[in-house]
Structures are given as structure tokens and as C-alpha cells.
T-cell receptor
Framework: NAGVTQTPKFQVLKTGQSMTLQCAQDMNHEYMSWYRQDPGMGLRLIHY???????DQGEVPNGYNVSRSTTEDFPLRLLSAAPSQTSVYFC?????????????FGEGSRLTVL | QQQVKQSPQSLIVQKGGISIINCAYE??????FPWYQQFPGKGPALLIAIRPDVSEKKEGRFTISFNKSAKQFSLHIMDSQPGDSATYFCAASFNDMRFGAGTRLTVKP
């Protein structure tokens, strides 16, 4: 039972490059979300989705795009990477259609922007 | 601004002692209050959670105390063990989940 799978685990980018962080879950969860974790800031919500075709912004959406074409996948796109986007990114899913239920997290993707 | 405020940032406790972490929230629409535990290099994992219709929930050595009128909740870890050393996050959710800044707990043997 894989749960929430994130790829890649590590990535180094140069300023201005674009990339996509992949997230897939095999629990048939409707709700999926992306967080970034920075020291002293906790986990901050970037974008979330309550089902295929539906996405919404969280606390810190600028510089990131998401789409949800299937229930299983929720990729996060960095359009033009900046050093301020250096962080650890976590994808999470929940069986509740809102966020008010247990979130299952992936192992994280550590991104460094030079 | 952060919707969930957590304190302290770090906590050192002796083995067998009680660890207490506090959180406060502003949005009265929040209807689910979980605590997550995170070990280095891993994603957070649910430890215990409470809904606002109860004032306390206990699971083993872990207890959540919830004060709806004060908009505060806390995690108590009884008989703290070195294996409890981790970062703990409180959170609150309605349509989405918002997290506190985290508390790094160190339990000394």
C-alpha cells in the first residue's frame, strides 16, 4: 500500500528554471493539497483540490500552479523558480471532501533553487 | 498572518516528565483540531485529533485538552520517552488545514 508518493525526493534548480513536483495517491481520496515547510514557519498551504477538475489557492500560492485531471494525481508546477522557493514540499491527501479529516502526507521533496 | 499560533518553539524534557505544547486559533469556523508528529526526513503523521464538541481526548500517553471559549488547545505527553523526540505541529481545519509553526521536542534520557 503506497499511500502518497512524491517525486523527485531531491532537486536542484537554477533561478528562472521551471519544474513539476509529482504527487500520486492510491487511496481514492478526493482531497489533495500541497504544503511547503520552512524552518520556524511550520507547514504553509500552497494549493488544494477537493476533487478532479477543482483547485483552489491556499496561503502562499504565488509562483505555483496546480491542476487535477484525475483523482490520483496532483502535480505542483513552479513556473520560474526563485531562491525564495527553496523549501521542503509535502503533498497530502484526505478521504474527507474538505480538509477536516486525517491528512496523509508523502515523504517530501527537497528543492534547492540557486 | 498565521491562523494557528503554537508555543513553545522548542522544548526539552527529562525522560518520564510531562511535555506540554499549546496552540491558539482565531477562526471560529474551524471544526477539526489535530496534532501531527514529524521525525527528521519524514512527512508529518497524525498523532491525535479532537473536534470542538468535546473538551478532552486521551489516547495512551497523549491527551488533547480543548477550550472552545478561549480558542485554545494543547497536547500533553505523559511519561515522555526519548522516542517521542520529534517535531510536533498543531493544526486546525474547516475547508482546508492550517498548521502552527511547530515545536521541536527533545526528551533527554
Amino acid at each position: 500500500n503506497a499511500g502518497v508518493t512524491q517525486t523527485p525526493k531531491f532537486q536542484v534548480l537554477k533561478t528562472g528554471q521551471s519544474m513539476t513536483l509529482q504527487c500520486a495517491q492510491d487511496m481514492n481520496h478526493e482531497y489533495m493539497s500541497w504544503y511547503r515547510q520552512d524552518p520556524g514557519m511550520g507547514l504553509r498551504l500552497i494549493h488544494y483540490s477537493v476533487g478532479a477538475g477543482i483547485t483552489d489557492q491556499g496561503e502562499v500560492p504565488n509562483g505555483y500552479n496546480v491542476s487535477r485531471s484525475t483523482t490520483e494525481d496532483f502535480p505542483l508546477r513552479l513556473l520560474s523558480a526563485a531562491p525564495s522557493q527553496t523549501s521542503v514540499y509535502f503533498c497530502a491527501s484526505s478521504s474527507r471532501s474538505s480538509g477536516s479529516g486525517e491528512l496523509f502526507f508523502g515523504e517530501g521533496s527537497r528543492l534547492t533553487v540557486l | 498572518q498565521q491562523q494557528v499560533k503554537q508555543s513553545p518553539q522548542s522544548l526539552i524534557v527529562q525522560k518520564g516528565g510531562i511535555s506540554i505544547i499549546n496552540c491558539a486559533y482565531e477562526n471560529t469556523a474551524f471544526d477539526y483540531f489535530p496534532w501531527y508528529q514529524q521525525f527528521p526526513g519524514k512527512g508529518p503523521a497524525l498523532l491525535i485529533a479532537i473536534r470542538p464538541d468535546v473538551s478532552e481526548k486521551k489516547e495512551g500517553r497523549f491527551t488533547i485538552s480543548f477550550n472552545k471559549s478561549a480558542k485554545q488547545f494543547s497536547l500533553h505527553i505523559m511519561d515522555s520517552q526519548p522516542g517521542d523526540s520529534a517535531t510536533y505541529f498543531c493544526a486546525a481545519s474547516f475547508n482546508d488545514m492550517r498548521f502552527g509553526a511547530g515545536t521541536r521536542l527533545t526528551v533527554k534520557p
